[in-house]
Nanobody
Framework: QVQLIESGGGLVQAGGSLRLSCAAS????????VGWFRQAPGKERDFVAS????????AYARSLKGRFNISRDNALNTVFLEMNILEPEDTGIYYC?????????????????WGQGTQVTVSS
């Protein structure tokens, strides 16, 4: 089993930045990929970015590449999502998920574990 806890969300003005954290515990040796997804009210959970557990590969949603950066800290078993030049359209609940394969999957259905989410609100 793997447990994931997100943190770092909050209220920020448009143009600002936030850094989200996803702390993993439990059988972390089994993790292949960690992904960030977001979900706006009434909408589906959309892919944001993913990273292999050893950090050697990353993937981004095409529309977000350049503003968002995913990284990980080996010692802390934590994956970060740095979000810059935030827009009101970035508002939503941000979830991190873990999957046992190193596929950098963009599909939420392929993830085995999820955190509880952290709310990001960007005001105009």
């Amino acid at each position: 089993q793997v447990q994931l806890i997100e943190s770092g969300g909050g209220l920020v003005q448009a143009g600002g930045s936030l850094r989200l954290s996803c702390a993993a515990s439990g059988q972390t040796f089994s993790i292949g990929t960690v992904g960030w997804f977001r979900q706006a009210p009434g909408k589906e959970r959309d892919f944001v970015a993913s990273i292999t557990w050893n950090g050697d590969l990353t993937a981004y949603a095409r529309s977000l590449k350049g503003r968002f950066n995913i990284s990980r800290d080996n010692a802390l078993n934590t994956v970060f999502l740095e979000m810059n030049i935030l827009e009101p359209e970035d508002t939503g609940i941000y979830y991190c998920g873990a999957v046992l394969s190193r596929t950098l999957s963009t599909l939420p259905t392929e993830y085995d574990y999820w955190g509880q989410g952290t709310q990001v609100t960007v005001s105009s």
